[in-house]
C-alpha cells in the first residue's frame, strides 16, 4: 500500500447522510486520484487532483465531493445525491511527470 | 480497458505453467499501458508498465506485449505460483491536460493457480 492510507477500512452509510472517506499520502506525490470498484468491474475515475487546490471531474462525479486543500490528503465526501453508493473506494496517488499510480487498500462502503 | 460485460473472465492453470493474460483498448490515443494486480480486499498493486514506442518489455517473471495495430495487451506470467492467483487488470492512458494520464482500467481477468 506504500504509503497511501485509506480510512475507515469499512463504513457504512444511513440514508440521507454524508460520509467522509479519507485519503493521506506521504510519497510527496502531486496527482491524487478517487475510483470507485464494483463488484466484477474495473475502476471509474470518480475524481483527480493534479495539484493543491484544484480538481477536475472523473467519469462518475455526481453524488460526490473532493477537497485538496493540502498534498498529502485528498478527501472524497459520498453525499446523499448518490443513491447507490454500494463500492469499494480506492485512492490512488503519482508524481506529477509519472503515470504508475499508487494505491491505497481501500475503503468498503455499505448502505445501513 | 474495454467494457466486456459483467462477468469476469477467468483463467485457470497449474501450478508451474505460463499464464496468458489478454486485453483489448478502444482509444488509438493511449500511449501508455500498464498491468495492475489486485488480491481479494485490496489494493492494486503495479506489476509492470510500457509505452507504445515498444512492443514487448519484460520483468521479474512477467512480460508484457503490446500489438498497437490490433489495440491489443497481453501479460504473461511466467512458471505460475499460487501466490499469483488475483485479478488482474490492465488500464491504457493518453495525457489529460499537464504531463499526467488518466488511466482507463479494463474490468480485470480473475487468475486461479491450482497447486
Known amino acids: 500500500d506504500g504509503g497511501i492510507t485509506q480510512s475507515p477500512k469499512y463504513l457504512f452509510r444511513k440514508e440521507g447522510q454524508n460520509v467522509t472517506l479519507s485519503c493521506e499520502q506521504n510519497l510527496n506525490h502531486d496527482a491524487m486520484y478517487w475510483y470507485r470498484q464494483d463488484p466484477g468491474q474495473g475502476l471509474r475515475l470518480i475524481y483527480y487532483?493534479?495539484?493543491?487546490?484544484?480538481?477536475q471531474k472523473g467519469d462518475i462525479a455526481e453524488g460526490y465531493s473532493v477537497s485538496r486543500e493540502k498534498k498529502e490528503s485528498f478527501p472524497l465526501t459520498v453525499t446523499s445525491a448518490q443513491k447507490n453508493p454500494t463500492a469499494f473506494y480506492l485512492c490512488?496517488?503519482?508524481?506529477?511527470?509519472?503515470?504508475?499510480?499508487?494505491f491505497g487498500a481501500g475503503t468498503r462502503l455499505s448502505v445501513l | 480497458g474495454e467494457s466486456v460485460g459483467l462477468h469476469l473472465p477467468t483463467l485457470s492453470v497449474q501450478e508451474g505453467d505460463n499464464s496468458i493474460i489478454n486485453c483489448a483498448y478502444s482509444?488509438?490515443?493511449?500511449?501508455?499501458f500498464i498491468w495492475y494486480k489486485q488480491e481479494s480486499g485490496k489494493g492494486p498493486q503495479f506489476i509492470i508498465d510500457i509505452r507504445s514506442n515498444m512492443d514487448k518489455r519484460q520483468g521479474q517473471r512477467v512480460t508484457v506485449l503490446l500489438n498497437k495495430t490490433v489495440k491489443h495487451l497481453s501479460l504473461q506470467i511466467a512458471a505460475t505460483q499460487p501466490g499469483d492467483s488475483a485479478v488482474y487488470f490492465c488500464?491504457?492512458?493518453?495525457?489529460?491536460?499537464?504531463?499526467?494520464?488518466?488511466?482507463?482500467f479494463g474490468k480485470g481477468t480473475l487468475l486461479t493457480v491450482n497447486p
Open positions: 490512488a496517488s503519482n508524481t506529477g511527470t509519472g503515470n504508475i499510480q499508487y
Open positions: 487532483s493534479q495539484i493543491v487546490n484544484d480538481f
Open positions: 488500464a491504457d492512458g493518453a495525457q489529460s491536460g499537464g504531463s499526467n494520464y488518466k488511466l482507463t
Open positions: 482509444n488509438s490515443a493511449s500511449d501508455y
